[in-house]
């Protein structure tokens, strides 16, 4: 069983910063891609930043240049650096892990998601 929790969430003025974190726990053999996704209400979830376990990173257009994810490798945790943030960055951010191998299977690969963490940019 792999579980993904996330924390940092919070309330943030336009322009501040935030960071958020996620941590994979359980009997992992390896991951190969960790991200954050967001849903803002009556929206669809949208992809925000990914990242490799060799670090090749994707972002949406919409983050570039005020958003970093970065990766620990050894503690199967990702980050989410946000900066200049506005009101439309407001949303559940959920952290994905895509091509998890277990120790019991690592030839079988899961993907698995959080429980989400708000964010809300306001004044």
């Known amino acids: 069983q792999v579980q993904l929790v996330e924390s940092g969430g919070g309330l943030v003025q336009p322009g501040g910063s935030l960071r958020v974190s996620c941590s994979a726990s359980g009997t992992i053999f390896s991951i190969y891609r960790m991200g954050w996704y967001r849903q803002a209400p009556g929206k669809q979830r949208e992809l925000v930043a990914t990242i490799t376990s060799g670090g090749i990173t994707t972002y949406a257009d919409s983050v570039k240049d005020r958003f970093t994810i970065s990766r620990d490798n050894a503690k199967n945790t990702v980050y989410l650096q946000m900066n200049n943030l506005k009101p439309e960055d407001t949303a559940v951010y959920y952290c994905?892990?895509?091509?998890?191998?277990?120790?019991?299977?690592?030839?079988?690969?899961?993907?698995?998601w959080g429980q989400g963490t708000l964010v809300t940019v306001s004044s």
């Open positions: 994905n892990a895509d091509r998890v191998a277990t120790i019991a299977t690592p030839r079988s690969y899961l993907e698995v």
